[in-house]
């Protein structure tokens, strides 16, 4: 087509922060866990101003909610876009909701020039994508794409004790006018806008990232035991200290992994010592491990050099090591010729861009399994995400839109 | 004097096993923390085999226990002997109560055989050695020799809330029949027998340690921060990681401190991890470091040494780190004639022992500010000691006991 469409850059602004008005934290950021009251308020929203535009909305089992712009052709698959609407604990105004809100900008930008697609266009908010209340994140585009619900969410409790059972029949219930429809339908292609969460884009002043795939996540549990005494009476030859262990070994790892990849990512967040006295050596030490890479030899290639370590300093330390795997997001790579359409679009706007990697797994990794996927990044403030500080400038906000307008424009002509 | 005394072993080891039952633990240990109910009725038990002997029994304000044998001379400043009731909450057998049982077995030799001493001997349970309900430990020892309360310790509660000054009234109060007697008074000398706590004696198979001082012990407290992000997302270049600070900065330290100086000690024991998120790059690392060393100069070293590591190591991460030091207990050098007397009276009763210094800190670091004083450990089992396990064999205890009985018999004869 090539055209290029003109959003309502004020009213995406304006949806913007009566969204963030839902869950609104003292410090400027969003609590809105998923599958909470809060959650269903800005879900009905949307339904809401659906409803005004006269666009139809459907649920599914896992509480996915859709909204529905007709085409000429109601067969044919749907061009989905979108993100989710859910926060974290201590979220800001922009993860989710921007690529929930700019898609449903682009859905009221097509009514308002009348303009017709061949295809129906779908703007989706996935149901907890971030996973903070029940793990795992991604469970409406996981299930989505799977078809079905793991059989190990039937009983699923969150960390506040709720039943995931319970709050999906009471967030589908929040919505009576939704149409129910399966889990899982043919989909033409889903694009989604997302911040960044990184400062790759800010720090080369980009207003668009254009995301060719998801680097791969694995989550290491490391723990280490050896034997607790007395900090004072125990002789360095007497001495069995895990923590002494974690240290050698992580220090080799941070001067090795990241500096000599520079697309490999290896992060330790947590680690607790036991019994945890000042005077005491630990008798043990537990740590996490996440590690994160485009590519999936490289992953067990870091793995390996992970378990090696800590193996290693382990046995001079007479101490026991035991590396588990928690959990494995293989890498994502989108089709070329998606990032190709967008990158088109993006000169014709005039826009900054550059390919990039994401380094967060979203619920466009899920839908890239089963229709063509792909994402436009936007900077975000200092990288800030997951954090009420949280801060995309309106231009971007607004360019992410008129980005994500055009590729729909552009995909659904071809 | 010279002579050999017979101590009642067997009443010796049945005394423990008694005194074992007050607060037994299942694992076998005891629990049997300052100033509680447990606590008060050791003291009862103690008060009450006193009173069988014909001693006297008396308190002072910080409630420290004292049993005393008369001398031919009353006014003479008394020969102090003892140890400590209290326990860690999954303590052992043997810490503290060995060196009051086995200061009472003296008392009670002295008593079987008829024997006068010139100078009054006096039996010492000090109050809130450990510090584990109360802090700072070494409560009533440090009171003693100080000849007062801090102010500090006015509003002083538990970590179970209670107050000490309502804890000190109840145990007072417990033992209506002992005398109040003033804070601090003149102490000819002070022996305890304690157990080692570590695992030098049982490696040499010796029976006995003379200790001829205390380490001293210093806690710093390290915080480093630096700024969370997004594991996934964020390339090495804008990471201000503080966790990588303190593992590089530890892993020298480890490395140098212990290795360097086999009378240096070096002991992680906390660390803690901000928001403690497994893809988060930590925002803050806390973590607690003890050192010890036998000579205050040194000591200042290796302070000196772990600041600059941490200011070059934040440096170079552009974090920030704050050392604190948060607990300073100087090193404590007994008299030598205090060892020459143990050492005498090893050899005569055929005791294999060594000299050596303690790792940990005891009432006898206090009491040696005010008196000539010293200490006999004997061997615990694998050197665990705050342990339910802890185990001294019978034969050790008894060596102990008798070395002390000698060693009293020939301090108080000169």
Chains 1, 2 share one sequence.
């Not at 303009?115 to 409406?140: K, L």
């Not at 699923?156 to 006018?177: F, I, K, M, N, Y």
């Not at 900090?231 to 050698?248: E, H, I, N, Y």
């Not at 861009?353 to 990794?365: E, T």
Request: with cysteine; hydrophobic share 45%.
């Amino acid at each position: 087509m090539g055209d290029n469409i003109a959003i309502n850059g004020e009213r995406l602004l304006a949806n913007l922060q009566r969204f963030a008005e839902i869950g609104a934290t003292p410090k400027g950021g969003v609590n809105r866990q998923a599958l909470t009251d809060l959650d269903r308020q800005a879900r009905r929203r949307l339904a809401e101003l659906a409803a005004k535009r006269g666009f139809s909305v459907f649920q599914d089992e896992i509480a996915n909610l859709f909204i529905r712009r007709e085409g000429r052709n109601p067969a044919l698959p749907p061009m989905l876009i979108g993100s989710h609407l859910d926060s974290q604990p201590l979220g800001g105004k922009f993860d989710g909701a921007l690529g929930t809100l700019a898609a449903f900008e682009v859905l009221e930008t097509l009514e308002d020039h009348g303009i017709e697609t061949e295809r129906p266009v779908e703007v989706v908010a996935f149901t907890n994508e971030e996973g903070c209340r029940f793990a795992p994140g991604c469970m409406g585009s996981m299930a989505f794409a799977a078809g079905e619900l793991p059989a190990s969410w039937q009983d699923l409790r969150a960390v506040d004790g709720a039943s995931l059972a319970d709050e999906l029949a009471a967030t589908l219930a929040s919505l009576p006018e939704a149409t129910m429809r399966p889990l899982g339908f043919p989909v033409f292609a889903y694009l989604e806008v997302h911040i960044e969460q990184g400062r790759l884009l800010e720090s080369e002043a980009l207003s668009i990232g254009i995301v060719t795939g998801i680097q791969g996540t694995r989550w290491l549990d490391v723990e280490l035991t050896g034997q607790t005494a007395h900090a004072g009476t125990t002789l360095l030859k007497f001495r069995r200290d895990p923590m002494r262990v974690a240290v050698q070994a992580l220090a080799g790892l941070y001067d090795h992994i990241m500096p000599s990849d520079e697309r490999a990512r290896f992060t330790v967040g947590r680690m607790s010592l036991k019994p945890g006295a000042v005077n005491a050596i630990p008798e043990s030490v537990r740590l996490t491990i996440d590690i994160r890479h485009p590519e999936t030899p490289a992953l067990d290639a870091m793995e390996q050099i992970i378990r090696d370590s800590f193996a290693r300093q382990a046995g001079e330390q007479d101490c026991q090591a035991i590396v588990t795997r928690i959990f494995d997001m293989p890498p994502a790579e989108f089709p070329s010729t998606m990032a190709d359409t967008l990158s088109a679009c993006a000169d014709r706007l005039q826009l900054g861009s550059r390919r990039m990697l994401s380094g967060a797994f979203h619920d466009a990794l899920f839908m890239n399994r089963i229709a063509p996927a792909a994402m436009i990044f936007v900077p975000c403030r200092d990288g800030l995400s997951h954090n009420e500080l949280e801060h995309v400038e309106p231009d971007h906000s607004i360019a992410g839109c008129r980005l994500l307008a055009a590729a729909v424009l552009d995909l659904c002509a071809s």
